[in-house]
């Protein structure tokens, strides 16, 4: 079996100049912490104007239950050596909660919560209407378990206790206080954290002891860890008497090592439950993001992330459950909050959270990623490659594209991104098979806005394609030769291709594909 260890340095990270302050604790006349507050000008609680709707006056949708479409996902067999293993994997499992599998073997999962209502009462406030793809022992491995807050919503003790009997061996990561609440509810393995603290997580096969699944997936070296426990500005309680008694944060978990030729580190940002900026009451039709409400204090702390832990290879930020706007605001983040915690953080790539699957608040299920395109065109953010929502194959993550490395800097910066894909959008192309590209972007601006093509890839079977690219073929002849009908079988060799991008029209593949297909 596997053996983890965690250790608690005093400092690992980069943190702000105030951090021994400790303005997030609230102490009593003894000095002793008794519960936390969001210490920034930007918040502010729930509003009690918020009563009317829980009592009626204000709708909540009633959406069909096939908001989001469920499509059973495809989890790694093992954690090195399969196909596809060398990319930073990540699966949406509903609401806030994500499984993400690290090249290193690494196997996170984020605020899981499988149950059908996400409060201690059942009724359609608090009802899922889009289930979960799979089981919680459907999943491979599970190492590691990052719980943001203690609300039910992100936290369900029966889903924890099915962790446990299924992975005895993961580890919990929680906010300050909520380690009684996990005692309690019988689990052991668990630590927990302030904002900024971080926590180092190993991974190693006990000699003679491992299961024969155990010893056929193991890595041959130990598989390790960093788990950064972040701000964010939100809130807990369970029950009426323990409101924010224990800490919010979001968690970044960092990772290195893999089979991949590159074998950097890998990251990811949770953002599990945040609020951004308060908006006022404000009518309808009025843009809270339009002057003067442009104005309104933003939460100082995503941009002290990303600047001392960022950035980040992958985002995971939510979207949903912000109206009445006036009443969540503080605590919950719209989708054109997002996007600004997105560029704040320094996320290089995000996924969303939080929407979609339980009616929380009065806005439509499929609103947050309408509006999450539209504030992607206000920051000139391309609405697909980015920042996504992943609707088009329910919850499976089908294509992936993350930015893994920098080397060198300036003019001169190269970037290597690592693209594991199932090329799902032709039925020619659909053989169930992953395909390798490796392209290496260099800084390289055209007029033309076209991606140039100066040199291809050192596999042999290239070769044939290496003299019409140095004759100024682009990647669209590329693409059109080696992914079209006839060429299908080719594809099944192609298994590296080096290119030169463009920085400024640095376009995921997918859409280069869409391009050549219209």
């Known amino acids: 079996m596997f053996v983890t260890t965690v250790t608690k340095p005093e400092r690992l990270g980069p943190v702000p100049s105030d951090v021994e302050k400790k303005t997030h604790h609230v102490k009593n006349s003894a000095g002793k912490t008794t519960k936390f507050t969001n210490p920034h000008e930007s918040f502010s609680p729930v509003r009690m104007g918020i009563l009317s709707t829980w009592f009626g ?21 093992s954690r090195t050596g399969a196909p596809g293993s060398e990319a930073l994997r990540a699966t949406w499992l509903g609401h806030a909660c994500y499984y993400v599998e690290y090249p290193s073997g690494l196997r996170v ?19 899922r209407f889009t289930q979960p793809p799979c089981k919680l022992s459907d999943l491979p491995f599970v190492d590691a378990v990052c719980i943001s807050h203690s609300h039910y919503d992100h936290l369900s003790v029966d889903s924890v206790k099915e962790i446990r009997d299924n992975f005895p061996q993961a580890h919990f990561f929680v906010g300050l206080g909520l380690k009684d609440w996990f005692i309690q509810s019988g689990l052991e393995n668990v630590t927990e954290c302030d904002w900024w603290e971080d926590v180092d997580l190993t991974l190693t096969v006990k000699d003679g002891s491992a299961s024969e699944k155990e010893a056929n997936h193991a890595p041959q070296q130990p598989i390790t860890g960093r788990i950064s426990c972040l701000p964010c500005q939100h809130g807990s309680g369970r029950t009426g008497f323990d409101r924010d008694k224990t800490l919010w944060c979001s968690w970044a978990v960092s990772s290195s090592g893999g089979s991949s030729l590159d074998a950097n580190q890998r990251s990811v940002l949770f953002l599990g439950d945040t609020g951004y900026r308060t908006v006022p009451r404000l ?24 600047q001392l832990r960022g950035p980040f290879d992958l985002g995971l930020i939510p979207i949903g459950a912000y109206a009445p706007r006036a009443a969540f605001s503080g605590v919950h983040a719209n989708p054109f909050d997002s996007v600004e915690i997105f560029r704040d953080t320094r996320c290089k790539r995000a996924m969303s959270i939080h929407w979609g699957t339980f009616i929380l608040t009065t806005e439509d299920l499929r609103e947050p990623p309408k509006l999450l395109k539209e504030a992607l065109r206000r920051r000139g953010i391309p609405e697909e490659g980015v920042f996504d929502v992943w609707v088009r194959k329910g919850f499976q993550v089908g294509l992936e594209h993350y930015l ?68 100024g073929g682009t990647i669209s002849w590329v693409f059109d030769n080696w992914l079209c009908e006839e060429c299908c079988a080719a594809v099944d060799y192609l298994t590296s291709l080096s290119i030169r991008l463009s920085a400024q ?14």
């Not at 605020?111 to 409060?119: G, I, K, M, R, S």
């Open 57 to 77: 006056t204000s709708p909540f949708p009633k959406p069909e239950n096939d908001v989001v479409a469920v499509v059973k996902p495809e989890f790694l067999p």
């Open 109 to 127: 999962l984020f605020d899981p919560v499988f149950e059908d209502h996400c409060a201690p009462i059942k009724r359609d406030l608090y009802k």
């Open 283 to 306: 009518p309808a039709d009025v843009d809270d993001y339009a002057h003067p409400h442009d104005k309104l204090p933003t939460n100082p702390q995503f941009a002290q992330v990303g």
């Open 404 to 471: 893994l490395s920098q080397e060198g800097a300036g003019e001169e910066a190269y970037y290597m991104v690592i693209l594991r894909c199932r090329i799902l959008e032709y039925p020619e192309l659909e053989t169930g098979a992953y395909y390798t590209v490796w392209v290496r972007q260099r800084l390289q601006e055209r007029e033309d806005s076209r991606v140039a093509t100066k040199e291809l890839g050192r596999d042999t079977q290239l070769n044939p394609l290496r003299k019409r690219s140095e004759n």
């Open 505 to 518: 029209f640095m376009l995921p593949i997918k859409a280069l594909i869409r391009e050549v297909a219209e």
